[in-house]
């Protein structure tokens, strides 16, 4: 099938076995061997979308809201045979009726849904049910902990009793605290001075020790030098004599160097030296020694000075320490402890006072309010039932005195009677009618629709020889005026008619039906054509058909009746 709708030409194939529609598109203008182009949208999509019911929102049921789908589109535009005269609303059965409702006041209006308030759904009010006990077993938990007539004004005055205990007892840590920061500085700044003087003057005792001893290795060293020269000067003073016992000479048993007369000085003369150079460094470090002791003096004394200081800040302290003394009998763990209880208390009043307000809020979300959507067509209901009685003129129904439109059941009403009231065959005209108008309606205020409206056999039951229906209009007339009507008609959008009912000559000759000949090269042989070059018709009981005898070829337009040529959908 085939359609043009805005700049584009579509074309839907569909297996006669069935399964899924592709859809395949061109644009307009170009060649007509241009190639369709796989679109990539399913049909439902694109026909919202060429309808310019895209975002619009409508009302599935009384808790839920969508947006509106092809079949939305497709129950209002195409009636089969069956339904036409059916004695069923024209919205249809079952849960799709409200939502059917709710695209025709779309079509109509053009107005959608979403400003309607939802009811809540069975789930929502089942889960606010669960909540609601929830929320009372909470509340009767924190209830048995509370004592009993205990008012949450005696709960805040004992609080505010404690905290201002606390805030007394707290501001006078402050101002003993800031009384003794200055003082605890100067003894924290004495105790250091005092620490560094101490460890300078322990220091300068080590080294007054160190230099003592060394003063006195400094004498042993003189002394022994001293005895040595005096032994080496006895030494020289002795003659060299013979061994008086072997009577062996002195050459032959000392190193003759010894023996030498230089030597002897030249030991004192070393010695002397040795001498000379300890009585230096002992006179330097009697000055060093002599230092030591008298910074030593100086840091012991500078000691002593600390000492007292030190003692005088502490006994300061002590004294400021005991003016301060705590003027409250409270302990403040007691009253720590205290508060924590009566906070505890006080959150289990404002949890309840909250347990309270939410289950009120959620005995409220638990009950399901029926809501009554109420939609009026006003104007655009009295245009849309003015032109299906211009239509059911046309086709011979001209004892009509009023007809109006049902808002609530999106059906016309003709001389105060319901249409489901009337007989099958004046009914099924009546909706076809309302559809055409509806249609018309819609297209020419820009409102969303299919922009066709396919009638499956409309005249079948009405012109049925075997029908006791009684007519007040002759079925023949209903007929002929009916395709005169067709013939003639250049509405907005398109009318596609099926339709078994013989048509005049002079009739079909301005309308030019396209009839169904079942008669091989004679016509269009059915709704499918058949493909050119194909022999073997099927019959009943053969085998499935295969690709080479598939049924169809090039659509063209299966109408019997279209409107204005810009605002026309072939198929």
Request: with cysteine; charged share 30%.
């Amino acid at each position: 099938m085939r359609f043009k709708a805005s700049e584009g030409e579509y074309e839907v194939r569909r297996g006669l076995a069935g399964g899924g529609a592709a859809v395949y598109a061109r644009v307009l203008g170009k060649t007509d061997d241009q190639v369709f182009e796989p679109l990539e949208q399913e049909l439902g999509e694109l026909l919202v979308e060429l309808c310019g019911a895209s975002g619009k929102q409508i009302l599935r049921n009384h808790s839920e809201r969508g947006a509106v789908t092809g079949d939305d589109l497709r129950h209002w535009s195409l009636w089969s045979q069956s339904d036409i005269p059916a004695k069923q609303p024209s919205a249809g059965k079952g849960f799709s009726i409200p939502k059917h409702e709710a695209a025709f006041h779309l079509f109509l209006t053009g107005s959608d849904d979403s400003a309607i308030q939802l009811r809540k759904s069975a789930t929502e009010a089942e889960r606010a049910r669960g909540e609601l006990q929830a929320a009372e077993t909470a509340l009767k938990r924190i209830e048995g902990l509370m004592p009993k007539d205990l008012g949450r004004n005696e709960v805040e005055e004992a609080l505010e009793r404690v905290d201002a205990t606390l805030s007394a007892m707290t501001s006078q840590y402050d101002a003993r605290a800031s009384a003794l920061k200055d003082l605890r500085r100067q003894l924290a700044e004495t105790t250091d001075e005092l620490r560094r003087v101490e460890n300078d003057r322990n220091h300068s005792r080590s080294m007054i020790g160190r230099f003592e001893l060394l003063d006195e290795k400094y004498a042993n060293d003189q002394a022994r030098l001293g005895g040595t020269s005096e032994g080496v000067a006895f030494f020289q003073e002795l003659p060299t004599v013979d061994c008086p016992l072997c009577g062996t000479p002195a050459e032959t048993q000392v190193d003759p160097n010894d023996l030498r007369p230089a030597a002897p000085s030249r030991y004192r003369a070393a010695i002397a030296a040795e001498a000379e150079k300890i009585r230096a460094l002992r006179v330097g470090l009697l000055a060093a020694l002599q230092h030591e002791r008298d910074r030593y003096d100086d840091l012991k004394a500078r000691t002593s000075k600390l000492a007292a200081d030190l003692n005088v800040l502490q006994n300061r302290e002590a004294m400021v320490l005991n003016n301060a003394r705590v003027e409250f009998t409270a302990n403040p763990k007691t009253l720590a402890l205290r508060r924590s209880e009566l906070s505890e208390q006080l959150s289990y009043f404002d949890e309840i006072q909250h347990l309270a307000a939410e289950i009120d809020r959620l005995k409220k979300a638990s009950v399901r309010k029926r809501i009554t959507v109420a939609r009026e067509g006003g104007a655009f209901g009295r245009e849309v039932a003015n032109r299906a009685k211009e239509l059911l003129d046309a086709w011979g129904f001209t004892a009509i005195q009023n007809i109006a439109l049902d808002d609530g059941s999106c059906d016309l009403r003709i001389d105060d009677r319901s249409r489901l009231s009337y007989g099958a065959g004046v009914r099924g005209l009546y909706l076809s009618s309302l559809m055409v108008a509806l249609m018309e309606h819609a297209l020419e205020k820009g409102h969303p629709h299919l922009g066709v409206v396919v009638l499956d056999s409309p005249l079948k039951t009405y012109a049925d020889p075997d029908s006791t229906e009684e007519h007040e209009v002759p079925p023949a007339t209903v007929i002929d005026r009916f395709y005169g009507w067709m013939s003639t008609w250049h509405g907005r959008g398109q009318v596609i008619v099926l339709e078994n009912e013989p048509i005049k000559p002079e009739t079909a000759e301005a309308l030019e039906p396209i009839t169904f000949t079942r008669i091989r090269g004679k016509g269009r042989y059915g709704l499918y054509p058949l493909r050119d070059g194909l022999n073997n018709l099927p019959k009943a009981g053969d085998p499935e058909i295969h690709e080479d005898q598939t049924v169809g070829d090039e659509p063209r337009d299966n109408v019997t009746g279209d409107g204005e040529a810009d605002q026309k959908t072939s198929s």
